[in-house]
């Protein structure tokens, strides 16, 4: 993994980190939530896509991939919302970014899918994952045991499941599809061709969740819910944050020989939104949770050598 790759993560993991807070901080964590959040998401890409020229003439190769990753990315959606529910972010976070790793790194070497990983970086990955637990199971507040949090997390498991589950899915689709439109229109700037990748894909996505939210306006759930978000700037906000973090996510993409190491670098995230529910949502963070920092930052640099 190369330092321009390692650079683009770093700075998505920033954004990253942001809309999955002001997800939690709007109180409002439901479809509707995710509905705007995927209009206000599709906007922001709109512009390079309309930029780059490469709209109107996308081949089905790549379509199909966008299409993929964006049901993928809508299923990923309603898990958070279920996560967000019912757990704080300080668990459901980490729990759903862990096992993702677990599973891009899996998938990837029983399909062969990209470069075979080193030892050191199947150790350095199964590291992460540790880390990323102990980082769930260190910071809940509203439990004080093992057995309590255990408890708490079965709350949250279906979400959290469904989350990293369709999370892994769109990793790996989201990587061809980016491949393949890098190869339709190699000398158009990449920042614009991933636009226009994430562009489509967030059309799809935008689509699924409006019909969604479609569906429980008929059978009368949450109702209000949107009204009131419409008010708020969260769900924009998180949008705008949501879609600039993805794009680079997907730049860094062409600089890695397998998705798992992008999978595993963007646990760099897990340290800034724990500190993040910390000083403004009030979450409690003990003092063990430093083991599981320690474990990520380890992991990461045993899967660089």
Known sequence: MNTIAFGLIVLSILMHSLWHFLCK???K?????????????????????????????????VVKFAIGGALSGAICNVGLMLA????????????????????TMVATVTFGWGKPLSTFAIVGMIVIFSGC????????????????????LKRGLVG??????????????????????????????????????????????????????????VMKKDEGVLRD???????????????????????????VTNVSFVQAFRQLSLPLSAFLGYLILKEKIAPVRWIGLSLIMAGLILSVL
Request: charged residues 10%; aromatic residues 14%; positive net charge.
């Open 133 to 152: 637990l102990t980082m769930a199971f260190s910071g809940n507040s509203s439990a004080k045991t093992m057995k309590e949090k255990l408890i708490f």
């Open 25 to 27: 901080s709007s109180g």
């Open 84 to 103: 967000y529910k019912y757990c704080d972010i300080s668990l459901a976070y980490p729990m759903a970014r862990a096992l993702p790793v677990f599973l």
């Open 29 to 61: 964590s439901s479809m509707a939530f995710f509905a705007l959040f995927s209009t206000s998401l599709f906007l922001t890409m709109l512009p390079f896509a309309l930029c780059s020229g490469l709209l109107p003439n996308l081949p089905l190769s």
């Open 160 to 217: 959290i499941l469904i989350a990293a589950c369709a999370t892994t899915s769109y990793t790996i689709i989201d990587k061809y599809g980016i491949d393949a439109i890098m190869k339709f229109a190699p000398d158009t700037n990449k920042l614009l061709v991933a636009g226009t990748y994430s562009c489509v894909r967030e059309m799809t996505a935008m689509v699924c969740m409006w019909l969604i939210v479609g569906g429980q306006k």
């Open 229 to 255: 978000l419409m008010k708020k700037y969260h769900p924009y906000a998180a949008g705008f944050f949501a879609a600039l973090a993805y794009v680079l996510v997907l730049v860094a993409m062409n600089f």
